[in-house]
């Protein structure tokens, strides 16, 4: 018996290592510290009432940025760690196995639950502020997709402690990641279901900013006076929807060859592994463009306002949008050229590759016109917004030597590639949410992060950024692939490797001066009393910092592209408008239940990790209870009393 | 008093027992369990089990969009051809692009 459930735990916690024996112990503590500060303070009421039941979406935001800041420390750690193992040859730091694993969790972190839900948050936080809307036009079902990106992101990070990580990359192949080559299933389990748990919520993100943006933008703007910002999250929402009901099914059929015996992606059984690779990249081309659309939004944000310009080429901005969200669906094969298809076929897809580098390259310029004859201001979100240029046009620029199908053979999984999509999703996405955080911080919380160490982040990050992943190029070149976990000395790739480390480490650094700024600035940063910090165009920034809980206590009647600038000519002119009296405001009720449905996902997909049916089936039969639950709810809405609103105005210096 | 615009997308719902959608999940369910069956139970030849079950999913797709998806409804029938339109050329993209790749094992 003793022996028993000593051999079952033996299996069910990862053991053997002394790097996770101190994770298990820092979780742990952290756990038991959470709990201890929580009761100690009495702050338990206040985190379920204001925050776990929440459905405003400045507060989603919140709490998506704060779990992507926290997932990327953890993505990060991973890269740290697989730079380590990398920086000299024949190194015995990680073995095989648990490389393998590493950068299995780190890519699918990354994109995942950094990537997606750092946008999702800044993308709350700003577009019902920007359109001058009081909420999203679900904010329940807004409340569900955090929760469910939440537990799915739990789930697949409990895998490191608990039954095994995946190992067959973020990109999980078949057949390795199949149940012939991967007969214990638990750590791959893990992936198909705590993708697929966050990946609900992501879908569900898309049809609500989608229904959002169409339906609730204030009077008088039209689709062509939305702010650039507004308009890349219309376009990513667009591409959501198609995208991942894809990604849904793959990582569905990929679960029943783990736990039904299908034979979907199998070797044996009639069953075909490259329709893997398709179906995943058919989701994950477009996915490229979720997670870089709303960055380019943010950069034109930043831009035109740091510019002190208006945007250049609005109309061309928005048709390059619409030319990359339809061309982002005819590229998916360029990811697989060399598994055997036809020649035909590698030109279709090399051809339709190289064509969405036109509107790209279209939006590029537009930005380098916006600073022409600008007053440029360097703040930190604008440094954020010029590195990006140049860098990320060396991450296009050689995506293009890599669309070229028959080059492509030569570069093909080497550390070219892996070079080249660090150098867009980097100085891409991390440099554009690293950009809208400091850009929106004051809107969020309502004081500005510190400038001076801000510009310190960025430049330690920017240049690290560079001698991690410009030397990586010519490694490629050199020969050395992705997913080696060792390499022999005497190839001549050691220096070039330890000094890719050296950039990995200092990334690591930029990051943590920007964790203390966030730290050093909610103690000592600057209040934000305009509501106005920057000087911005759009409408977000005509509401005091923090935005109160309804936004706007009036909505704003729009006349003109950049309504905030326009608005506040008008002011100087002194044509500004006689204040209405306030009306009672309605607003959506909190709701618990977004959270205790996606807690019994978590249950669900555990149980299903482990094939614990047992388990699995009434967590799936708790989730439908919730949702039967929310059908009776008729009372889901409150108003805002005229008086309240006078006084939260008033309490702003907005009413005299 | 001056009325102010209220930007909420979402109208209050008529009331009364919504008969569209609980006619709308039992022809689906009915329609699921029938291409089981002919897929399962009837030993057809399989290009006409795969005919068979194709057409079904396409009268699903139909019912989903008419019962459930507010077809008929909104303002801008614009906006419903449109994502109509996208949605067909993702499908046929996905497709279409699908056969052609895997052709050579086919």
């Known amino acids: ?656 | 008093m001056i009325k102010e615009y209220k930007n909420t997308a979402v109208k209050p719902e008529p009331k009364g027992f919504p008969w569209k959608q609980v006619v709308g999940l039992f022809l689906s369910l009915a329609l699921t369990f029938l291409a089981l069956w002919v897929a399962l139970g009837l030993s057809l030849p399989v290009p006409i089990t795969l005919t068979v079950i194709v057409g079904l999913a396409i009268i699903q797709a139909l019912i989903q969009l008419f019962m459930f998806m507010h077809f008929t409804e909104g303002t801008d029938p614009s906006h419903q051809m449109m994502g109509i339109a996208f949605g067909l050329f993702v499908a046929f993209a996905m497709v279409a692009g699908t056969l052609w790749i895997m052709a050579f094992m086919l």
């Open chain 1, 1 to 656: 018996m003793i022996e028993n459930i000593k051999a079952f735990l033996g299996d069910f916690f990862v053991t053997g290592d002394p790097m996770i024996y101190g994770a298990d112990v820092s979780i742990a503590l952290a756990s038991i510290a959470i709990v201890v500060t929580l009761t100690y303070f009495k702050k338990w009421r206040w985190l379920w009432d204001e925050w776990l039941t929440t459905v405003d979406h400045k507060k989603i935001g919140i709490m998506y940025i704060i779990a992507a800041l926290l997932m990327l420390f953890r993505g990060g750690v991973d890269a740290i760690l697989m730079r380590t193992q990398l920086a000299l040859p024949n190194m015995n730091f990680l073995d095989a196995d648990h490389y393998n694993q590493i950068f299995t969790t780190h890519g699918t972190i990354m994109i995942i639950f950094v990537a997606m839900p750092f946008i999702f948050g800044l993308m709350n936080i700003a577009v019902p502020l920007q359109i001058g809307a009081r909420d999203v036009a679900y904010p329940y079902l807004n409340a569900l997709s955090f929760w469910l990106f939440f537990f799915g992101a739990m789930l697949f990070n409990l895998s490191f402690v608990i039954g095994g990580s995946p190992d067959a990359g973020w990109t999980a192949y078949a057949p390795y990641a199949g149940p012939e080559l991967n007969p214990s299933s638990v750590g791959q389990n893990y992936y198909y279901i705590g993708v697929q748990i966050s990946g609900i919520g992501s879908l569900m993100t898309g049809i609500n900013f989608l229904v959002t943006i169409a339906k609730m933008r204030a009077p008088g703007m039209t689709l062509f006076k939305m702010p650039m910002f507004t308009w890349s999250i219309l376009i990513t929402s667009l591409i959501i929807i198609f995208a991942f009901p894809t990604f849904t099914v793959t990582l569905a059929l990929g679960l029943f060859d783990h736990l039904l015996g299908t034979h979907f992606f199998t070797i044996g059984g009639g069953g075909s592994p490259m329709l893997w690779a398709n179906l995943f990249w058919f989701w994950g081309h477009p996915e490229v463009y979720i997670v870089l659309l709303p960055v380019f939004g943010i950069f034109s944000e930043v831009i035109a306002t740091f510019a002190h310009k208006t945007l250049f080429g609005y109309a061309t901005m928005v048709c390059s949008m619409v030319a990359i969200s339809i061309l982002s669906f005819l590229t998916w094969l360029h990811h697989f050229f060399t598994m055997g298809n036809t020649a035909p076929v590698n030109a279709f897809f090399s051809l339709s590759t190289m064509l969405i580098a036109i509107p790209t390259g279209v939006k590029i310029f537009n930005w380098l016109f916006t600073l022409n004859k600008g007053r440029i201001e360097f703040t930190t979100p604008m440094l954020w917004a010029l590195a990006f240029i140049p860098n990320f046009t060396i991450g296009g620029v050689t995506g293009v030597m890599l669309a070229m199908a028959p080059a492509d053979y030569q570069y093909h999984n080497s550390m070219f590639l892996i070079a080249h999509f660090h150098s867009t999703l980097i100085a891409g996405t991390v440099f554009g949410v690293f950009c809208g955080l400091h850009y929106w911080w004051p809107k969020m919380f309502g004081y500005l992060l510190n400038e001076k160490l801000g510009k310190w982040s960025f430049w330690v990050f920017m240049i690290s950024f560079n001698v991690c992943f410009m030397p990586m190029y010519f490694l490629g070149l050199m020969g050395m692939t992705r997913r080696m976990y060792t390499y022999p000395a005497g190839l001549g790739w050691g220096p070039v490797n330890f000094i890719i480390t050296i950039g990995a480490f200092g990334m690591g650094v930029g990051f943590v001066i920007m964790a203390w700024n966030i730290v050093w600035s909610a103690i000592k940063g600057k209040r934000d009393t305009t509501g106005d910090p920057w000087g911005g165009r759009t409408l977000e920034w005509s509401i005091p910092s923090p935005a109160p809980e309804y936004n706007f206590a009036h909505i704003p009647k729009v006349t003109t592209r950049d309504a905030f600038a326009a608005m506040k000519e008008d002011k100087k002119r002194g044509r500004e408008q006689k204040p209405k009296p306030f009306e009672p405001i309605h607003m959506p009720n909190n709701s618990g239940i977004p959270f205790i449905m996606s807690a019994l996902f978590f249950v669900a997909g555990f149980g299903f990790v482990f094939k614990w049916y047992w388990m699995g089936i009434p967590g799936l039969i708790g989730v439908a209870i919730c949702m039967i639950a929310r059908s009776f709810v008729y009372d889901d809405h409150h108003h805002i009393p005229t008086d309240e609103i006078e006084r939260t105005e008033r309490a702003t210096g907005r009413l005299s």
